[in-house]
């Protein structure tokens, strides 16, 4: 059974960093597209940030870019989303997806993990 766990999320004051971790088990992700999704109450679900398994590459939303790193980590089959300067409109819940197209569309996305909470207070 394939499966993605988050892990990480919690409070922070604005300018913050915290690290969110995914844990993926039942199956590799090689050759893959992973991707960090965010969904704030009462907004649609937004793309963040997605690395593709294999080569490392990287792609991130001009909201998060240049504050968000994605990275992987092969021998673990984790994937880590690092947030630094926070602000209080990172606030959301956080879900790592898996893909075999990739893009910005969640659509695209089949696995899912539940979810973690991010509150960044001002």
């Known amino acids: 059974q394939v499966q993605l766990v988050e892990s990480g999320g919690g409070l922070v004051q604005a300018g913050g960093s915290l690290r969110l971790s995914c844990a993926a088990s039942g199956r590799t992700f090689s050759g893959y597209i992973m991707g960090w999704f965010r969904q704030a109450p009462g907004k649609e679900r937004e793309f963040a940030a997605r690395i593709r398994w294999n080569s490392g590459t990287t792609w991130y939303a001009d909201s998060v870019k240049g504050r968000f790193t994605i990275s992987r980590d092969n021998a673990k089959n984790t994937v880590y989303l690092q947030m630094n300067n926070l602000k209080p409109e990172d606030t959301a819940v956080y879900y790592c997806?898996?893909?075999?197209?990739?893009?910005?569309?969640?659509?695209?996305?089949?696995?899912w993990g539940q979810g973690t909470q991010v509150t960044v207070s001002s």
């Open positions: 997806a898996a893909s075999g197209i990739g893009g910005t569309s969640s659509k695209n996305y089949d696995t």
